[in-house]
């Protein structure tokens, strides 16, 4: 950013928070998907403000904070979920310096009692600036803006209680492994105003819908995450490409079957539920000697147990305590929409197939259809004749596939992603600390 945050309007600064939630991609998504980020009803909308007010501004004045750990001077791990823990433990693990850190009642899944928490008590000081904010928006941004008043009112107030907690703690940098939430962009122009040097950890796949790059140090995985960054705008900062650190303990342990006899299927609240029944209706009694597995996204909260009664042969995943490596351990090829799960499954070599259940977000969201990552198939057909060719035989090589996304793929660094970021990270802090 060129502009420092603290010389920005309160409309402008809260316009660069929200930057996602203004892209056509997201006004566009599915009635289904918003649902759990912003309702289509205004009412229901302001009952989840309401909601918000009561459970999350108000409770966080009643609710402690005593954190076991010292956050003072440390390297604050700055995590929105679990996938975000996940991506970012193999820096704990070697810095005792560096300490988990969320917002006061961020939930992180699984982790959610081992992370330090910073305090937002003093956010709801913050709500006189709403009305004007809002305002300024809506003549930027027009009906888009009254349509997400909601995630307007939860951003409010997030960057002046993070500088105040950047204040008082003075942490010696921020670790991100999130550059899109709305709290994450706080901290972010919160660190940039205070001068707190920050770093960022790719956690998954990009798309070139992201905010621009805007960390002092990015360690992203692979051209294609390097690519996309230059397509959202102007590339900030120095620029490493280090692999899939999280993946490091699994590339030893590639999927060596030479046909697919288990297969899992990937879902989010992007993909119409009906269309995930009716296709694992027609796919079971056809592969009746194929085991396949059901896994939604940790965030999709829709039930699924109707369909678990309908077909008794599928199995499920519970991404909340399964992580996604362990899950595609168990699997030999993938069927999902998009999802970065494919690039994930092609680095152990299980083979990944790019069905779309849905048309609500653009056609190969993450390309990797467009960089022969996975393979497509448009119908329900086409997809039982490549179920029925991979039964036959699956390629040993496909892992090979997914060298533009992972930098250390076929090189001395390939499975040491995580050595290869900490050194880059211990060199980049002694000369910013």
């Not at 791990?77 to 560096?98: H, Q």
């Not at 699994?250 to 006899?261: A, C, D, E, G, K």
Request: charged content about 20%; overall charge positive; glycine content about 6%.
């Amino acid at each position: 950013m060129s502009v420092k945050p603290a010389a920005l309007s309160r409309t402008e600064r809260l316009r660069d928070i929200l930057q996602l939630r203004f892209t056509p991609l997201f006004a566009g998504m599915s009635e289904a998907a918003l649902a759990g980020i912003s309702p289509a009803s205004v009412g229901r909308r302001l009952l989840r403000v309401a909601g918000y007010t009561v459970l999350r501004l108000l409770g966080n004045i009643v609710q402690p904070i005593r954190n076991p750990e010292k956050l003072r001077g440390a390297v604050w791990l700055y995590v929105v979920s679990a996938n975000n823990y996940d991506s970012l433990r193999f820096i704990r693990e070697a810095r005792p310096d560096s300490v988990f850190v969320a917002g006061q009642q961020k939930q992180i899944g699984r982790y959610q009692k081992q992370v330090n928490r910073l305090s937002l008590r003093r956010k709801l000081l913050y709500y006189w600036q709403f009305p004007g904010v809002l305002l300024g928006l809506w003549r930027r941004e027009g009906k888009l803006a009254l349509r997400f008043f909601d995630l307007v009112f939860y951003a409010v107030g997030y960057y002046e209680v993070y500088r105040r907690a950047l204040r008082h703690y003075r942490p010696r940098a921020v670790v991100f492994a999130n550059d899109h939430n709305d709290d994450t962009r706080a901290l972010l122009l919160a660190c940039q105003t205070e001068g707190i040097p920050t770093a960022y950890v790719q956690h998954a796949s990009v798309s070139p819908y992201f905010p621009p790059l805007g960390f002092d140090l990015s360690l992203l995985e692979g051209q294609d995450a390097l690519d996309k960054y230059r397509q959202c705008g102007p590339v900030a900062g120095q620029v490493e490409l280090v692999g899939m650190p999280k993946a490091d303990g699994f590339l030893q342990q590639r999927n060596t079957s030479p046909r697919v006899l288990r297969v899992g299927v990937a879902c989010n609240i992007h993909d119409p539920l009906e269309a995930i029944a009716g296709l694992l209706q027609a796919l079971l009694p056809t592969f009746p000697e194929l085991t396949f597995t059901l896994r939604a996204h940790p965030s999709d909260t829709r039930n699924f147990q109707e369909l678990g009664r309908q077909l008794p042969a599928l199995q499920f995943s519970n991404s909340r305590a399964e992580g996604v490596f362990h899950f595609l351990q168990r699997q030999d090829a993938l069927v999902a929409a998009d999802t970065s799960t494919h690039l994930e499954a092609v680095l152990l070599n299980v083979a990944s197939i790019y069905y779309r259940f849905g048309d609500k977000l653009p056609d190969d969201y993450y390309g990797y259809v467009a960089h022969g990552l996975s393979e497509r198939t448009a119908t329900s057909p086409e997809l039982e004749s490549l179920l029925r060719r991979l039964y036959q035989h699956k390629p040993a090589d496909l892992y090979l596939r997914a060298s533009y996304y992972n930098a250390t793929l076929g090189t001395s660094d390939e499975g040491h992603s995580q050595a290869r970021a900490l050194r880059l990270l211990a060199g980049w802090l002694e000369n910013v600390a």
